[in-house]
Antibody, heavy 122, light 111 residues
Framework: QVQLVQSGAEVKKPGSSVKVSCKAS????????ISWVRQAPGQGLEWMGR????????NYAQKFQGRVTITADKSTSTAYMELSSLRSEDTAVYYC???????????????WGQGTLVTVSS | EIVLTQSPGTLSLSPGERATLSCRAS???????LAWYQQKPGQAPRLLIY???SRATGIPDRFSGSGSGTDFTLTISRLEPEDFAVYYC????????????FGQGTKLEIK
């Protein structure tokens, strides 16, 4: 049973960057994709991007292009999401989630990490 | 970009009743690429339905999904107290650029 465990809560200043980690256990890390989804307080879910660890290829939502970088370390089965130029609107819970590599399996996220609260405040 | 619109925004029902949640897409979506999630307060979303109608592992059979094209439905046949939560539909666009979009959610509350 794959589990995704994320790093702890962060408080950041506007204009700075944050890097959140997501460690997978109990499965084959490289055979899947890892996506990052965020949820602002009281709001819905927003996909930010994903990485295919075995290929090291990342895809990003247009909204976050140039500001987000998703990477993966196959040796530790850990994915990372770095968001730069933080502003107050980036205050949210950030989730990682596993998807399949292609076809219908790529269309769904299961399981999800527990979430990491990132607070951006001066 | 495909937009998913969920209705109603809030649904007030009693345990034992039937819940019907709608997800409408702005363009046709492959059924294989439509999923539903449940989210309870303070928790991560949980996959309920994938491929529009297949239940994820461990999901009770009171949850069912249906639909095709632009109209999809999540039905909960008899509500249990633990089913009161927020539900999201989600679609996957595989054509470059890769894109995942979520509906805005339906809150299912106890009447």
């Amino acid at each position: 049973q794959v589990q995704l465990v994320q790093s702890g809560a962060e408080v950041k200043k506007p204009g700075s960057s944050v890097k959140v980690s997501c460690k997978a256990s109990g499965g084959t890390f490289s055979s899947y994709t890892i996506s990052w989804v965020r949820q602002a307080p009281g709001q819905g879910l927003e996909w930010m991007g994903r990485i295919i660890p075995i290929l090291g290829i990342a895809n990003y939502a247009q909204k976050f292009q140039g500001r987000v970088t998703i990477t993966a370390d196959k040796s530790t089965s850990t994915a990372y999401m770095e968001l730069s130029s933080l502003r107050s609107e980036d205050t949210a819970v950030y989730y990682c989630a596993r998807g399949g590599r292609g076809g219908a399996t790529a269309a769904r996220f299961d399981p999800w990490g527990q979430g990491t609260l990132v607070t951006v405040s001066s | 970009e495909i937009v998913l619109t969920q209705s109603p925004g809030t649904l007030s029902l009693s345990p034992g009743e039937r819940a019907t949640l709608s997800c409408r897409a702005s363009q046709s979506v492959s059924s294989s690429y439509l999923a539903w999630y449940q989210q309870k307060p303070g928790q991560a979303p949980r996959l309920l339905i994938y491929g529009a109608s297949s239940r994820a592992t461990g999901i009770p059979d009171r949850f069912s999904g249906s639909g095709s094209g632009t109209d999809f439905t999540l039905t909960i046949s008899r509500l249990e107290p633990e089913d009161f939560a927020v539900y999201y539909c989600q679609q996957y666009g595989s054509s470059p650029p890769v894109m995942y979009t979520f509906g805005q959610g339906t809150k299912l509350e106890i009447k």
